[in-house]
C-alpha cells in the first residue's frame, strides 16, 4: 500500500513540474510566439476531431455497406430460388425413366403427334358449335327486327320502348360479327394446320 502512494506521488510531482516549467516557458514568449502555438495547438485538436470524426464515418460507412451487401445477397438467394423454382420447366431430357436415346425421342414425338391432333378436334368442334350459335343467333335477330317492326307500324310500342329494343338489337348484331371474326380466325388456323 505504501508503495502505491509513494507511486502515485511521484507521477503527479512529475506531472506538476512539468506543467510549472512549461507555464513558465509561456512567459517568456512574445505574443507572436503565443499566438502561433495557440494556432498550432487549435489545429491539432480540429485535426484530432476531423480524425475522430472520420472514423466514426468510415465505421458508419462500413455499416451501411456491410447492410447493403447483406441486403445485396439475400435479394441474389431470394432470385435464386424463385430462379430455381421457375427454372423447373419441361425438362424433356431428365426423367426418362426406363427410355433411353432413340426410344425416348420416338416417344416424345408420338405424344406430341397426340396432343397436336387432339387440339385439333378441340378446335374443329369449338369452330362447329360457334357456327352453329352464329346462325341461331342471326335468325332469332332477324326476328325479332321483323317483330319490333310489326309492333312499331301497329302502335303497341312506344317510341322509347321502340329505341331501346333497338339498341338491344343492334348491340346482338355486333356481338354476332365479332364472334363470326373469331370464327374466320379459327377457320384459318383449322386450314393451316391440316
Known sequence: MKKLMRFVLTISLIMFISNVSFAQNEKGKSNKEKE??????????????EHKGKKEETEETEEKEKTK?????????????????ENNG??????????????FGEER??????NKEQKQTELDNSVD???????EAKEKIKKAKV????????????DEDYKNKKEKIDKAEKNVKELEGKLEKGKSTKKSSK
Open 90 to 103: 419441361n425438362a424433356y431430357g431428365k426423367n426418362k425413366g426406363e427410355l433411353k436415346g432413340k426410344e
Open 36 to 49: 502561433k502555438t495557440e494556432k498550432h495547438q487549435n489545429k491539432e485538436k480540429k485535426e484530432k476531431k
Open 147 to 158: 317483330n319490333l317492326e310489326k309492333e312499331k307500324q301497329e302502335g303497341k310500342i312506344s
Open 69 to 85: 451487401k447483406k441486403e445485396k445477397t439475400e435479394k441474389k438467394e431470394e432470385v435464386e430460388e424463385s430462379e430455381e423454382k
Open 109 to 114: 414425338a408420338r405424344n406430341a403427334k397426340l
Open 129 to 135: 358449335e360457334g357456327e352453329t350459335k352464329v346462325k
